[in-house]
Antibody, heavy 115, light 108 residues
Framework: VQLVESGGGLVQPGGSLRLSCAAS????????MSWVRQAPGKGLEWVAN????????YYVDSVKGRFTISRDNAKNSLYLQMNSLRAEDTAVYYC?????????WGQGTLVTVSS | DIQMTQSPSTLSASVGDRVTITCRAS??????LAWYQQKPGKAPKLLIY???SLESGVPSRFSGSGYGTEFTLTISSLQPDDFATYYC??????????FGQGTKLEIK
């Protein structure tokens, strides 16, 4: 099982960024998937979930209306579209597979929101 | 939303010690609790799921217990590799998962 995030970088406040997570080694379309973030020196914060077929999506309150989680099962890929970014969104973003817990994680991609 | 509170925030211990970390939920989460270990610069690693089930490959010195609102993670005999930060996570509300604030386990 491997999860590889990409798409992080430096963005100005109010800007947008799209993160990707490439999955391999398992049947991607049969698992809920999530994004979890960690601000520098802080704890883990769950960000969003998406059901196997993409029909259900859930978000932490702080990102509702700004972030959109999506997936493409044909491409074994998970995405996070982040709009209206704020300084407090600065964090390492991890994708994670929801098995018996979050049993597999990617290495993370750093998003920095700063002018 | 369900709030998760861990204690202590920091724990100092020595190799060979038995240590316990507590996690409390703001409402019953039955057994829907997981524990993770995280080392600096690395992704978290699943240790325990469903409150007391040991993830494959995790040493047996790690154990979890609890039900409802109070849970514990115990390390029976600390090894040098165990010094890290530990997080609990509830997934009773399967729509919204939440983590505890973390417990940093330091070498005394």
């Amino acid at each position: 099982v491997q999860l590889v995030e990409s798409g992080g970088g430096l963005v100005q406040p109010g800007g947008s960024l799209r993160l990707s997570c490439a999955a391999s080694g398992f049947t991607f379309g049969t698992y809920w998937m999530s994004w979890v973030r960690q601000a520098p020196g802080k704890g883990l914060e769950w960000v969003a979930n998406i059901k196997q077929d993409g029909s259900e999506k859930y978000y932490v309150d702080s990102v509702k209306g700004r972030f959109t989680i999506s997936r493409d099962n044909a491409k074994n890929s998970l995405y996070l579209q982040m709009n209206s970014l704020r300084a407090e969104d600065t964090a390492v973003y991890y994708c994670a597979r929801k098995g018996k817990g979050f049993d597999y994680w990617g290495q993370g991609t750093l998003v920095t929101v700063s002018s | 939303d369900i709030q998760m509170t861990q204690s202590p925030s920091t724990l100092s211990a020595s190799v060979g010690d038995r240590v316990t970390i507590t996690c409390r939920a703001s409402q019953s989460i039955y057994s829907w609790l997981a524990w993770y270990q995280q080392k600096p610069g690395k992704a978290p690693k699943l240790l325990i799921y469903r409150a007391s089930s040991l993830e494959s490959g995790v040493p047996s010195r790690f154990s979890g217990s609890g039900y409802g609102t109070e849970f514990t993670l115990t390390i029976s005999s600390l090894q040098p590799d165990d010094f890290a930060t530990y997080y609990c996570q509830q997934y009773n509300d399967y729509l919204i998962y939440s983590f505890g604030q973390g417990t940093k386990l330091e070498i005394k």
